[in-house]
């Protein structure tokens, strides 16, 4: 397991790096908030299209991998790559046929951007199509080097664009679009080479695939939107550049908490799964208060962080423009954290195969918020969107645990314990945070951040917290070892 994760880790870890360096080192300075904010609405159209047309082939190839690359491989692959390009390029042509007809409804800029934005609809399924049929073939290694290697070439074209043109938003989008081009055509030399595709489609595979994936897409889109509805209203309300301000606060958050319950969760569920199969549902649900036992442990010091001296991360890492980022980074900061929670709770449907309801308790944060940022974002600007956020978030965590608790058919327990601990050494943390002296360089935000970690985690090994004793106690184990 540890092996594994270390194979993916650079998977997560390149993009996140890569990621930083782009959105806070670059955009924040060369790009305009508004710039950023058409950005930003260009990639979460695409998005949202691309998911709801093919996100279930991406599910489907995962799931029926093993059973067509032996004897139907050609076939496999075929009709998958065939049906992104079919359908994506039907798509583009519907919206050639009816762009004159928008102009009076779209934003005139959105409307310029979207011609060359489309292109994304067919490029990023094929690229995920690729990378999951990577996966699905156990080709770790490559995995995390396509996956790395691509961050790094879109950081790359991103400041060739940047620091050599004046296109901005319109080759920011280009150069994305090259990236994704390169390494579809190198996945496809090589399929071609191997005599892999070929202009067959298998309708059987189709209706299998749709049976199987469209149920998860409507997760997937409800998710999504749920992310995203924020930012269409805040468009709405605000214009652009709230938007540009309010997407890049909202991405600083996603990149330091997200990406680490990502690194937690991938050995988490497969290791609830083992135990839930071979041990029964007790020991599962030992086995899942364990894990969110530990995502406490972990991301409580991020998010305080990110609470705490979301003034001083913003005069430090952000252009002049973004410095009313500050007002919403603790608040984004504690929504996502909250999210990254509710993805460990609801895996328990998923366990108990009623993937369904996790449709539903979606839908009904998606509501809540979308009526919340209606209220709130004409009154208090972006910052309405962020509690916005963080109360349909909550909802959709109070929800599933609810009904969780009410059905009885899995025997979920809450870590308290571990839970009064993290908040007694948070507490702490946030008022040494608040006593120290602020900063104004890197520098100084480093020791000023590591020596808050250092005291929250000493009060947890002092708290005598599982999860902390146990790792230093490997930590002595291995430095004994080694001497």
Not at 163 to 169: A, G
Not at 328 to 334: H, R, T, V
Request: positive net charge; charged residues 15%.
């Amino acid at each position: 397991m540890l092996k594994d994760i270390l194979l993916y880790l650079p998977a997560r870890a390149v993009p996140a790096i890569t990621a930083f360096l782009l959105n806070i080192l670059i955009f924040s300075r060369m790009l305009d908030p508004a710039e950023y904010g058409y950005y930003t609405l260009i990639i979460i159209i695409t998005t949202i299209i691309g998911t709801t047309l093919f996100q279930w082939i991406n599910e489907s190839a995962l799931r029926y991998y093993e059973r067509y690359n032996k004897q139907k491989k050609e076939e496999f692959l075929s009709t998958y790559t065939i049906i992104i390009v079919l359908v994506g390029l039907l798509i583009i042509a519907v919206y050639f046929l009816i762009a004159p007809f928008l102009s009076g409804f779209i934003d005139q800029k959105l409307l310029k951007l979207m011609p060359i934005g489309l292109w994304l609809i067919i490029l990023k399924p094929l690229y995920d199509l690729f990378l999951t049929l990577n996966r699905a073939s156990f080709q770790k290694t490559k995995y995390s080097l396509v996956c790395s290697l691509f961050a790094v070439g879109k950081l790359l074209f991103a400041i060739l664009v940047l620091y050599c043109t004046n296109l901005h938003v319109n080759g920011l989008v280009a150069s994305l679009l090259l990236t994704y081009l390169i390494f579809i055509m190198i996945e496809l030399f090589s399929y071609l080479k191997q005599k892999a595709i070929k202009p067959i489609i298998s309708f059987s595979l189709v209706r299998a695939s749709m049976k199987f994936g469209l149920p998860l897409t409507g997760v997937f889109i409800m998710g999504r939107l749920l992310a995203v509805i924020d930012k269409f209203c805040i468009v709405q309300f605000l214009g652009p550049h709230d938007l540009g301000i309010y997407s890049l606060g909202y991405k600083i958050s996603e990149m330091s908490i997200q990406n680490i319950f990502m690194v937690l969760l991938l050995p988490a569920y497969p290791a609830i799964i083992k135990t839930f199969e071979n041990e029964g549902k007790s020991a599962a649900g030992k086995s899942l208060k364990n894990y969110i036992s530990i995502y406490f442990v972990f991301l409580v010091p991020v998010l305080m962080i990110l609470w705490g001296m979301a003034k001083e991360f913003c005069l430090v890492f952000l252009g002049d423009k973004y410095q009313g980022c500050y007002v919403i980074l603790g608040l984004i900061a504690a929504g996502i954290f909250i999210l990254g929670l509710s993805h460990y709770v609801v895996k328990v449907f998923l366990l108990i195969e009623n993937s369904k309801k996790i449709f539903y308790f979606l839908l009904i944060s998606v509501i809540i918020n979308i009526i919340l940022n209606i209220i709130l974002i004409p009154n208090f600007g972006i910052k309405g969107a962020a509690y916005s956020t963080l109360i349909s978030y909550f909802c959709y965590l109070s929800i599933s645990y609810i009904v969780i608790k009410k059905e009885k058919k899995f025997p979920i327990e809450f870590p308290w314990l571990t839970l009064f601990k993290t908040i007694i050494a948070a507490g702490v943390m946030l008022i040494v945070i608040i006593l120290l002296p602020a900063v104004d360089d890197v520098w100084g935000f480093g020791l000023k951040a590591g020596v808050c970690v250092v005291i929250y985690l000493s009060l947890l090994a002092l708290f005598k917290e599982g999860n902390i004793s146990g790792f230093f106690q490997v930590a002595k184990k291995k430095l004994r070892k080694n001497q």
